[in-house]
């Protein structure tokens, strides 16, 4: 049987998680956070959500050894960097996964001083493989404050083609993305690419979920206010 890939380091594992969820794809139901395999890490969220994460870190014993720094802030791109730097991370650090179903792109585009092997974001699948859109900029933004998001998130985050355009300017490539379609991964340049090749775009739209949502969700939001990027 064939091993799995992996990226073997002896640094010391370390992540970064930005999401305003303490259960789902974010920081909070990240298993690799829940089960204390990054030691050093912090896990910035909504201060409603941090009591309902510091209870899911507690569920697990490896947690109790190297328990992640959860904290309640609100993360801009003015923000995001200093928060970053204040709590002792700099330089090379494994996992930086963001989920925040808003400003995600801006986020990534703001954080400076620290050098993630891997990234994972949430991207908006409804947008289709071709466009390089995201939501415009917007410091207080809420995906609960559009109508359009009331049953699915709909307007928020941004395409994977602009998240992939961003993370090549950053020195990423785009190597998969979970099943169903929604979350994608990638890798730093120069790392693991035996194992890890570059992916493209349109092979991250092969689901019925990435069909229904470009057929009917998108709809919703097609006249409102994105940004081409």
Request: aromatic share 10%; net charge negative; hydrophobic share 35%.
């Amino acid at each position: 049987e064939p091993s799995r890939p992996r990226l073997d380091s002896s640094l010391p594992r370390s992540g970064i998680s930005v999401s305003p969820t303490a259960l789902g794809n974010g920081a909070g139901g990240c298993p690799r956070f829940a089960r204390g395999l990054f030691p050093a890490s912090i896990a910035l969220r909504a201060e409603a959500k941090l009591a309902a994460a510091t209870e899911l870190y507690g569920q697990h014993h490896q947690c109790a050894l190297f328990p992640p720094t959860s904290i309640a802030t609100t993360v801009t791109r003015d923000t995001v960097s200093p928060i970053v730097a204040e709590h002792g991370f700099s330089g090379e650090i494994d996992l930086l996964s963001l989920d925040i179903d808003g400003i995600d792109y801006w986020i990534w585009k703001a954080i400076e001083g620290v050098e993630p092997r891997v990234v994972v974001v949430e991207y908006q699948d409804i947008l289709g493989p071709d466009r390089a859109w995201t939501v415009p900029y917007k410091a207080d933004f809420r995906v609960s404050d559009y109508a359009e998001n009331r049953e699915h998130n709909n307007y928020c985050s941004a395409s994977l083609r602009a998240f992939t355009k961003l993370g090549a300017e950053k020195g990423y490539r785009l190597v998969g993305r979970n099943r169903g379609g929604w979350n994608a991964f990638f890798v730093k340049r120069g790392l693991g690419e035996d194992v890890l090749p570059e992916v493209s775009v349109e092979s991250c739209f092969r689901y019925s979920w990435n069909e229904y949502g470009m057929k009917t969700r998108f709809d919703l939001v097609r006249d409102l206010e994105w940004q081409e990027v």
